[in-house]
């Protein structure tokens, strides 16, 4: 048991906890929309996007989250209407968009090498600087993204299903669109701190494939992805404080170890049901 | 009676190639229409004009009210089959989600759901996935999810398309149901003997209007050829049409047997089809 409450005596696993819970439950829900829509690589991409936006947000003096918001959403959008307008492809649209806005990001942090320090902490994740600012900043994109989810989760799923036919039955899609990049791109800025820029595209994308490998269930995959999320993220803190890594990695790599599992153990059972239920063809 | 939609002069086209040119059409009330034509005719795009997911070039598209309902039922091929929902979810969707904002459905709600299912002979299939019904049931579950909407214009895009005889039988004694209750009918198909047997008004289509009118007068020879650019057999037997394509109409002669003789009807060239590679590397 002191194993367990030991490190709560200090603050930043307090705090660091409670952000990783809702980052890991916030990403895993808004990254089953993304790997249904076959865009499961845009995290990564607009993780990348907005440390872009963050570094000139931090050359011009601006607010950070401003900054990397206003950056994040511009990026989504873009990628959006790309998609929406033209023949090339999701995979490629994020690839051009994303990378060129990383591109920048690294030419000037290059150019003003003086901080490139506290730049490792959002490439890699620092639970150390985690503040009572970006646990609020958490809570409130938490909030708004269940709430978007919550009231608008059959126009949502409709949208996400087939975009166009739910046009023609009454969904305002380039709405529900627009703000869902919104969302998604306030949700990688508050989770920036906690999983750093490189490990956001597998906290959006690792909990909801484990989950898909076990359900059919659109209500239950959005349910227990969004809790293997939260409970990755809680696990994950202790294993970055006992084992001494950055939190981003050992959250990742617990979620990538239960993935493996899951797989393993859905490819058995479908292995063992395939002999029990081929029939035996033999002499008549 | 004015019409529900009308297409006046419109052309269409992606970039510089041009799709459609020059379509003038009329929904009426309660009619049942369908779109024959060629692969690449366009008929998928004048359908996607007439729901307004597509914008004409040219010419104009006018809808008698702009809360027109309409409802859609893509092609078969469009769905992603992998997507975690059952066939009671997918015809939820179908509801209009204006009258209930929380993300479950009401009671009465899946009442109607489940009724619509029932009517289709599907209601024992409703907690299933999608991937797993076969693709007749799968087709009805999509046409359901148009139904549930109660729609005043019902379109299909090649609602019989993988789906076996029997199935595709069904689909069209369905349609024209609803079209007796009432139900205005667009639908487009590569089926020209079941259009010919249910549809009661053709439009022939290969970028441009070819003719409209019903089966007796659009399925002849001259008027398909025209729209196909191939040879075909109209016979009419009674009140039925059967129209089948000639094999030798796409330049197959030289491979396929002769239908009424039999046998290939080119002795040099079927020694040469007989092994594909060096008749490339002949040519």
Known sequence: ?284 | MQPLIELTGVNFGYGAFNVLEDIDLHLHPGQFVGLVGPSGAGKTSLLKLVLDLLTPVEGRIERVRSNLRVTYVPQIETVDWSFPVTAEEVVLMGLDHRQNIWPWPRRSERERARAILDKLEIDHLAERHIRDLSGGQQQRVFLARALVAEPEILVLDEPTTGVDVRSAENIFHWLTHLNQDGMTILLTTHDLNMAAAHVPWVVCLNRRIMAQGPPQEIFTESILEDAYKGEFIVIRQNDMIFVQQKPHSHGLSDVLPDPVEGGLPNHDSREKSANPVSALKES
């Open chain 1, 1 to 284: 048991m002191d194993v367990l409450l030991a490190p709560f005596q200090y603050e930043f696993f307090r705090n660091g906890v409670i952000a990783a819970v809702l980052v890991g439950g916030l990403c895993a829900l808004i990254g089953v929309y993304i790997v249904l829509r076959g865009m499961s690589f845009i995290g990564h991409g607009l993780s990348h996007a907005v440390f872009g936006g963050a570094v000139v947000a931090f050359i011009l003096q601006f607010n950070f989250y401003v900054g990397a918001v206003s950056w994040g959403f511009v990026a989504a959008l873009l990628i959006n209407q790309t998609v929406r307008k033209t023949t090339i492809s999701a995979d490629a649209a994020i690839g051009v968009v994303t990378t060129a806005s990383f591109a920048l990001g690294v030419a000037l942090i290059s150019r003003y090498r003086r901080f490139s320090q506290s730049f490792d902490a959002a490439l890699f994740g620092n639970v150390l600087g985690v503040t009572p600012t970006d646990i609020a900043v958490i809570v409130f994109v938490t909030l708004a993204a269940t709430f978007m989810i919550f009231f608008f989760y059959k126009q949502l799923l409709f949208t996400t299903f087939n975009s166009e036919v739910a046009q023609v039955y009454g969904i305002p899609t380039f709405w529900i669109e627009t703000w869902f990049a919104l969302i998604l791109a306030a949700v990688i800025i508050a989770s920036v701190q906690i999983m750093g820029v490189t490990m956001i595209g597998a906290a959006l994308v690792v909990p909801p494939i484990t989950i898909r490998l076990l359900t059919d269930s659109f209500h239950r995959l959005i349910i227990y992805s969004t809790a293997l999320g939260a409970l990755t993220g809680l696990i994950g803190m202790y294993l970055s404080f006992y084992v001494d890594v950055s939190s981003g990695a050992s959250i990742v790599l617990l979620q990538s170890a239960l993935f493996c599992v899951t797989l393993f153990y859905v490819s058995r059972v479908r292995n063992r049901n395939r002999l029990v239920e081929t029939p035996v063809y033999g002499p008549t």
